[in-house]
């Protein structure tokens, strides 16, 4: 069993800047593959991020690509989403999740373990 656990979430106005974490405990951390999704209201659920197992690969949606950044240390047990120049539709439920298969996923069902999330919340 693997429990997730994010924080770093809040408010912040638009251009802002916030760092999620994710904590992970119960399983050897630095295996797997780790994602972020986020969710905002009356929304799916949609892929953000993605980092393998050592953190040479990472993956991005295009909404987020160049504004945020995926990374990770195995060391800590803990993966990390830095979130530059933030828009208002960047609002949401974010939560962080680990892929026990191989490669990255983009896909919800392509993840195994999953965190209560964190809300960022961007005014303008």
């Known amino acids: 069993q693997v429990q997730l656990v994010e924080s770093g979430g809040g408010s912040v106005q638009a251009g802002g800047s916030l760092n999620l974490s994710c904590a992970a405990s119960g399983r050897t951390f630095s295996n797997y593959a780790m994602g972020w999704f986020r969710q905002a209201p009356g929304k799916e659920r949609e892929f953000v991020a993605a980092?393998?197992?050592?953190?040479?690969?990472?993956y991005y949606a295009d909404s987020v690509k160049g504004r945020f950044t995926i990374s990770r240390d195995n060391a800590k047990n803990t993966a990390y989403l830095q979130m530059n120049s933030l828009k208002p539709e960047d609002t949401a439920v974010y939560s962080c999740a680990i892929r026990v298969g191989s490669g990255l996923g983009v896909r919800q069902d392509e993840y195994d373990y999953w965190g209560q999330g964190t809300q960022v919340t961007v005014s303008s």
């Open positions: 980092i393998n197992w050592s953190g040479a690969r990472t």
